[in-house]
């Protein structure tokens, strides 16, 4: 079965980095995943797309604070330089044959 | 710039229906593959269905299965989710996304959400 899994919180002080964690269930170490922001009240953005070779395709506008990398069956966000914007909800998601998954979230607060 | 807008939404009843619409510009669209997500109140965000770019493929969570049902509409760049049977924990904001060439994949752009208060 195809699963996603964060830690629901984070957190990290202003101006350092912060790397979230999205792991895959086993047997789907191969895909690939996207991650996505949810600000407050606010509706998703896509992020980026990762691959599980680490290269990754960010989305329009998105900062280069922040960047994507992959270790087996674990995916990351990396925010550096962290801004109070950047507080968030951030979920990762993926696809499989006839199915789309999220993960639960991560809630990430900037002291 | 790709825009996608939803439309529909609203107080129902349980056992009630709706429909939901997702108008799209800014692309392609009958190219992409597009999907409805949703949230309930304080929860996280939970996959409901997908359609194919050529709409001849679509797919559901057990969750809505055999309840709802998404179609779009190429000569008005539309997608739609037609919601029967409601019960109250369908109550949530939808929301629209295009999701990959073709076929669903990543979700790279997202509408601003529709809410719909499943009550009696």
């Known amino acids: 079965q195809l699963v996603l899994t964060q830690s629901p919180s984070a957190s990290a002080s202003l101006g350092a980095s912060v790397r979230l964690t999205c792991t895959l269930s086993?047997?789907?170490?191969?895909?690939?995943i996207a991650w996505h922001q949810q600000l407050p009240e606010k509706g998703p953005r896509y992020l980026m797309k990762?691959?599980?070779?680490?290269?990754?395709t960010k989305g329009d506008g998105v900062p280069d604070r922040f960047s994507g990398s992959s270790s087996g069956s674990e995916r990351y966000l990396t925010i550096s330089s962290l801004q109070f914007e950047d507080e968030a909800v951030y979920y990762c998601?993926?696809?499989?044959?006839?199915?789309?998954?999220f993960g639960g979230g991560t809630k990430l607060t900037v002291l | 710039e790709v825009q996608l807008v939803e439309s529909g939404g609203g107080l129902v009843q349980p056992g009630g229906s709706l429909r939901l619409s997702c108008a799209a510009s800014?692309?392609?669209?009958?190219?992409?593959?597009m999907t409805w997500v949703r949230q309930a109140p304080g929860k996280g965000l939970e996959w409901v269905s997908a359609?194919?770019?050529?709409?001849?493929?679509?797919y559901y969570a057990d969750s809505v299965k055999g309840r709802f049902t998404i179609s779009r509409d190429e000569s008005k760049n539309t997608l739609f989710m037609q919601m029967n049977s409601l019960r109250v924990d369908d109550t949530a904001v939808y929301y629209c996304?295009?999701?990959?060439?073709?076929?669903?994949?990543?979700?790279?752009?997202w509408g601003q959400g529709i809410l719909v208060p499943v009550s009696s």
């Open positions: 996304a295009r999701s990959g060439a073709i076929v669903p994949t990543i979700l790279d752009y």
């Open positions: 800014g692309f392609t669209f009958s190219y992409y593959a």
């Open positions: 359609i194919s770019g050529r709409g001849d493929t679509t």
């Open positions: 086993s047997g789907h170490r191969s895909f690939g």
């Open positions: 990762l691959n599980s070779d680490g290269s990754h």
């Open positions: 998601q993926t696809w499989g044959t006839d199915i789309q998954v």
